[in-house]
């Protein structure tokens, strides 16, 4: 694509307690054939503590640095604040852990608004806005040999384009979008209310279904690569898939109607048939235990107001969430 076809954007970046992979994405961001005007840095602090302005200072992009206390902190609306601060046409919204596979990810995350993009028109989805980009996730080198399947299930190769024509079809993951890596025409996204304020988590996915139920529609750029993953425990796939399910539950208005069980059906069954073929039959039971701890998280969390308050937290991996309810 040639140069100037691409409007403005910034990169906002919640972080806390930032290791190298900050000083990464930092790099790579300078490395990008189509740089940001800026960085937003949301740095979630303990008492004075302060973290990350180094990287910060030491990057040639233009990076502001904003502190919030620990208790402050909302995966909506801490994101909510860092859009706040920009006025690009475009902004995107990365995790610090995430860092771009080579120099075209941010030009390959914007094409859908700028460029033709899966035979559509600039922008559109036929008679649909694009509001929502988001980018492929590939594992790290350290990734185990299930979550590296699991991030070729979630993030295929092919880009597509998806609307509300698709929830028969694709059901929840029509409104799958990950933060890791996403970006927003950020005047619509103010016009549909930004990110929902105090979630536990899931930001990302209940502001998409928000979206496509508006009669927006989302792109997913499987050209613009972003390395992250993580190798979780069973414990910590199940407090995830809990905290998950309440989100879920805390918006009928998005998920309502729409199971979630049977993709992770189809995952596991494609997964378990990947191991076979590959000859990894000693990895089955990692497998059942994983996906096992995940359901039963799900289970629970979307059954969450029955349970008694210390169960709640004990299941959560956001304690703080619930402190302040």
């Given at each position: 694509m040639k140069e100037g076809q691409y409007g403005t954007f910034d990169v906002v970046v919640p972080v806390y307690k930032p290791d190298r992979k900050l000083k990464e994405l930092l790099a790579m961001l300078e490395r990008q054939r189509k740089r940001p005007e800026k960085i937003v840095l949301m740095v979630t602090v303990d008492g004075s503590e302060k973290s990350g302005e180094d990287w910060a200072f030491d990057c040639r992009?233009?990076?502001?640095?904003?502190?919030?206390?620990?208790?402050e902190f909302d995966h909506g609306g801490t994101r909510n604040r860092g859009i706040g601060f920009c006025e690009s046409e475009v902004v995107v919204c990365m995790t610090q852990d995430a860092v771009p596979g080579d120099e075209y990810m941010t030009e390959e995350l914007l094409r859908p608004f700028f460029g033709s993009f899966c035979g559509g028109e600039q922008g559109r989805a036929g008679d649909r806005e694009i509001l929502i980009s988001y980018g492929r996730q590939l594992p790290r080198e350290d990734c185990r040999f299930i979550e590296r399947y699991t991030r070729s299930f979630n993030y295929p190769e092919e880009s597509r384009l998806k609307t509300a024509e698709d929830i028969p079809g694709l059901g929840i993951k029509t409104f799958f979008a990950s933060n890791v890596c996403a970006a927003y025409r950020r005047e619509l996204f103010w016009k549909q209310g930004g990110f929902p304020e105090r979630t536990i988590f899931n930001e990302d996915m209940i502001f998409a279904g928000r979206a496509v139920k508006a009669g927006y529609a989302i792109a997913y750029a499987a050209e613009a690569r972003v390395v992250h993953s993580h190798n979780l425990s069973g414990a910590a796939q199940f407090h995830r898939n809990f905290d998950l399910a309440v989100s879920q539950a805390q918006f009928p208005d998005v998920f309502g109607g729409i199971r979630s069980e049977g993709e992770g059906i189809r995952l596991v069954k494609s997964t378990m048939a990947y191991l076979w073929k590959k000859g990894k039959f000693y990895l089955i039971p990692s497998l059942i235990w994983g996906s096992g701890?995940?359901?039963?998280?799900?289970?629970?969390?979307?059954?969450?107001?029955k349970l008694p308050g210390r169960i709640v937290r004990a299941c959560s991996m956001n304690k703080r969430y619930w402190r302040k309810q």
């Amino acid at each position: 694509m040639k140069e100037g076809q691409y409007g403005t954007f910034d990169v906002v970046v919640p972080v806390y307690k930032p290791d190298r992979k900050l000083k990464e994405l930092l790099a790579m961001l300078e490395r990008q054939r189509k740089r940001p005007e800026k960085i937003v840095l949301m740095v979630t602090v303990d008492g004075s503590e302060k973290s990350g302005e180094d990287w910060a200072f030491d990057c040639r992009i233009p990076t502001e640095v904003h502190y919030l206390q620990k208790e402050e902190f909302d995966h909506g609306g801490t994101r909510n604040r860092g859009i706040g601060f920009c006025e690009s046409e475009v902004v995107v919204c990365m995790t610090q852990d995430a860092v771009p596979g080579d120099e075209y990810m941010t030009e390959e995350l914007l094409r859908p608004f700028f460029g033709s993009f899966c035979g559509g028109e600039q922008g559109r989805a036929g008679d649909r806005e694009i509001l929502i980009s988001y980018g492929r996730q590939l594992p790290r080198e350290d990734c185990r040999f299930i979550e590296r399947y699991t991030r070729s299930f979630n993030y295929p190769e092919e880009s597509r384009l998806k609307t509300a024509e698709d929830i028969p079809g694709l059901g929840i993951k029509t409104f799958f979008a990950s933060n890791v890596c996403a970006a927003y025409r950020r005047e619509l996204f103010w016009k549909q209310g930004g990110f929902p304020e105090r979630t536990i988590f899931n930001e990302d996915m209940i502001f998409a279904g928000r979206a496509v139920k508006a009669g927006y529609a989302i792109a997913y750029a499987a050209e613009a690569r972003v390395v992250h993953s993580h190798n979780l425990s069973g414990a910590a796939q199940f407090h995830r898939n809990f905290d998950l399910a309440v989100s879920q539950a805390q918006f009928p208005d998005v998920f309502g109607g729409i199971r979630s069980e049977g993709e992770g059906i189809r995952l596991v069954k494609s997964t378990m048939a990947y191991l076979w073929k590959k000859g990894k039959f000693y990895l089955i039971p990692s497998l059942i235990w994983g996906s096992g701890c995940k359901y039963m998280g799900y289970l629970l969390g979307k059954r969450y107001q029955k349970l008694p308050g210390r169960i709640v937290r004990a299941c959560s991996m956001n304690k703080r969430y619930w402190r302040k309810q």
